[in-house]
């Protein structure tokens, strides 16, 4: 059993900051990809971040150069820092990872819950 709890959503202004993290927990063995996607209500799920499990990152053209992904492999979590938000309307934010759960094993596809960001005009 694998869980990801993420944390940090939250009303803020436009231009304000915020910080999300997801921690990984359970029966991991090593965890691959992990990133951020957001879905706003009616609309699909998009990716907003993406960082493998050697750090390399990747970003929605939306957010390039005001959110920035990281990953700290010993302690199972991801973070996404926001600065700069815009009013985009509410949203939730889910944490992905794609975990090995054994070694050798097949690699599954695990969500968070989500975290709700809304940012007031």
């Known amino acids: 059993q694998v869980q990801l709890v993420e944390s940090g959503g939250d009303l803020v202004q436009t231009g304000g900051s915020l910080r999300l993290s997801c921690a990984a927990s359970?029966?991991?063995?090593?965890?691959?990809?992990m990133g951020w996607y957001r879905q706003a209500s009616g609309k699909q799920r998009e990716l907003v971040a993406h960082i493998t499990s050697g750090g390399s990152t990747d970003y929605a053209d939306s957010v390039k150069g005001r959110f920035t992904i990281s990953r700290d492999n010993a302690k199972n979590t991801v973070h996404q820092q926001m600065n700069s938000l815009k009013p985009e309307g509410p949203a939730v934010y889910y944490c992905?990872?794609?975990?090995?759960?054994?070694?050798?094993?097949?690699?599954?596809?695990?969500w968070g819950q989500g975290t709700q960001v809304t940012v007031s005009s």
């Open positions: 359970g029966s991991i063995f090593r965890i691959n990809a």
């Open positions: 992905n990872a794609v975990i090995e759960t054994t070694n050798g094993g097949p690699m599954y596809n695990y």
